[in-house]
């Protein structure tokens, strides 16, 4: 299979060697992924300065690698309509240094970039390591092999790619695989009052995630307890029952409007 990497840790990360080096045994694998750290960008594009997009020499064993100075979504966009020789069957991302699970998929650039993929019409999978660590990459990229295998034989809907997490475990197995839904995942978020040497006060987001009150069939129970945890997703939005109760309300202009 020809396989598209990319991610939001910047193509100098652990996670996306290992999973790019784990593919790439079996597979023709290009990698396209930021210059650096571009963590929690969400969708985010690039449209008003232009993109650089430099080779990279990330490991002999890939087809070829570049590094570019747009966001995780701008590196799938510009591969695949810019730099890839020939489309890919697949668009993987990762490996996330840290989860993402529940929320933070809507501000995670790891999950963008496969969302990326799934807007341009390819079959995407989105991994994260399920903690800070430097631990754990091998064993994970392992596993995305295995996964990315199983893929080849199934015939996937469009609209949808997978969002995996995997525990940072290493020499040790996983509990097992769970197939979750997207759990809450708030957070306590604590924003640190400070005075720069200027006399302006500044504020820096901190905080931690609140696990408490997860449904037991939530990636986040899922990975707490050593699991993967694999949760289909889509980028449909729209709150279908709502849909019908909105047309009852009474939505006439006010007054006519002025021809
Ligand atoms: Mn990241």
Same mark, same amino acid.
């Given at each position: 299979?020809?396989?598209?990497? &990319?991610?939001?840790?910047?193509? /100098? ?6 999973? =790019?080096?784990? %593919?790439? @045994? ?103 390591? &399920?903690?800070?660590?430097?631990? /754990? ?6 596993? =995305?092999?295995? %996964?990315? @295998? ?110």
């Amino acid at each position: 299979m020809r396989i598209l990497v &990319a991610n939001d840790d910047g193509i /100098g990360a652990p996670g996306i060697k290992a999973l =790019a080096t784990a %593919l790439a @045994r079996e597979n023709e694998v290009y990698v396209v992924a930021p210059d650096r750290e571009r963590s929690a960008m969400g969708h985010a594009l690039t449209l008003h300065r232009p993109l650089a997009a430099e080779p990279y020499a990330l490991d002999p064993s890939l087809a070829g690698a570049w590094s570019t100075t747009g966001t995780p979504s701008d590196c799938v966009k510009l591969a695949v309509g810019a730099i890839l020789p020939h489309p890919p069957d697949l668009i993987v991302s990762g490996i996330n240094r840290g989860p993402n699970l529940g929320a933070d998929v809507l501000y995670s650039g790891t999950v963008s970039a496969s969302l990326e993929g799934v807007i341009n019409g390819f079959p995407a999978v989105a991994f994260s390591l &399920a903690a800070f660590t430097d631990r /754990g990459y091998a064993q994970a990229a392992e596993f =995305a092999l295995s %996964l990315v @295998r199983q893929l080849q034989t199934r015939t996937l809907p469009p609209k949808f790619l997978l969002n995996v997490n995997i525990p940072a475990l290493e020499g040790e197995p996983y509990a097992g695989v769970r197939v979750t839904k997207l759990g809450v995942r708030r957070y306590q978020d604590v924003f640190e009052q400070r005075t720069d040497p200027r006399g302006r006060t500044f504020y820096w987001l901190a905080g931690e995630a609140i696990e408490a009150g997860e449904d037991a069939d939530s990636d986040v129970v899922a990975v707490r307890s050593n699991y993967v945890s694999i949760t289909p997703i889509q980028y449909d939005m729209t709150h279908y029952p709502m849909l019908e109760p909105i047309k009852g309300w009474n939505l006439q202009l006010e007054a006519p409007v002025q021809a």
